[in-house]
T-cell receptor, first 112, second 112 residues
Framework: KNEVEQSPQNLTAQEGEFITINCSYS?????LHWLQQHPGGGIVSLFM???GKKKHGRLIATINIQEKHSSLHITASHPRDSAVYICAVGQNYGGSQGNLIFGKGTKLSVKP | DAGVIQSPRHEVTEMGQEVTLRCKPI?????LFWYRQTMMRGLELLIYFNNNVPIDDSGMPEDRFSAKMPNASFSTLKIQPSEPRDSAVYFC??????????FGPGTRLTVL
């Protein structure tokens, strides 16, 4: 069993829909990351969170430490949101970031 | 800041040849990470450095892989001898303390 599980693997939505991507993990963590990988391959860090909720524009990330679960929400989705969204969990080490363990990613396609 | 810089962006080589990938982290960052991404296994950590010191190299596949960080502004990942199964996209990322990681554009390696 993978230490980080994402669902769904693939998601197709119509423009304007509300989207939720889920991430469950089985290890102790210091922080959880949501990354976005564009069709061209570049990776951008969207959020790093260790508790509660963070919001940036149309993106919202939540985490429940007790349940070892996080969700990434996209409101009013747009075709430019089409990308692979990757959940990763990490453990800090000596005041710095340590290893990240990655989920397999969720491929999102938003149709106009 | 120019972000994390990786070179080359693309590398095509023949089996048995030595390959050297290069990374310049963001100035002031004290952690550097090398990742590999394949279709089969997704993103995996190979090795990471804190303050130029290798902390965890358990992800390095075998002795053919080696990584160095001679100073805070430069790191190399070397594969010798290369094999077709090493074909992948190799990402370098850097961070400061426990803050988020910034990814480079990646090097797409093809070993024929």
């Amino acid at each position: 069993k993978n230490e980080v599980e994402q669902s769904p693997q693939n998601l197709t939505a119509q423009e304007g829909e509300f989207i939720t991507i889920n991430c469950s993990y089985s290890v102790g963590i210091s922080a959880l990351h949501w990354l976005q990988q564009h069709p061209g391959g570049g990776i951008v860090s969207l959020f790093m969170l260790s508790s509660g909720k963070k919001k940036h524009g149309r993106l919202i990330a939540t985490i429940n430490i007790q349940e070892k679960h996080s969700s990434l929400h996209i409101t009013a989705s747009h075709p430019r949101d089409s990308a692979v969204y990757i959940c990763a969990v990490g453990q800090n080490y000596g005041g710095s970031q340590g290893n990240l363990i990655f989920g397999k990613g969720t491929k999102l396609s938003v149709k106009p | 800041d120019a972000g994390v810089i990786q070179s080359p962006r693309h590398e095509v080589t023949e089996m048995g040849q030595e390959v050297t990938l290069r990374c310049k982290p963001i100035s002031g960052h004290n952690s550097l990470f090398w990742y590999r991404q394949t279709m089969m296994r997704g993103l995996e950590l190979l090795i990471y450095f804190n303050n130029n010191v290798p902390i965890d190299d358990s992800g390095m596949p075998e002795d053919r892989f080696s990584a160095k960080m001679p100073n805070a502004s430069f790191s190399t990942l070397k594969i010798q001898p290369s094999e077709p199964r090493d074909s992948a996209v190799y990402f370098c990322a850097s961070s400061f303390g426990t803050y988020t990681q910034y990814f480079g554009p990646g090097t797409r390696l093809t070993v024929l």
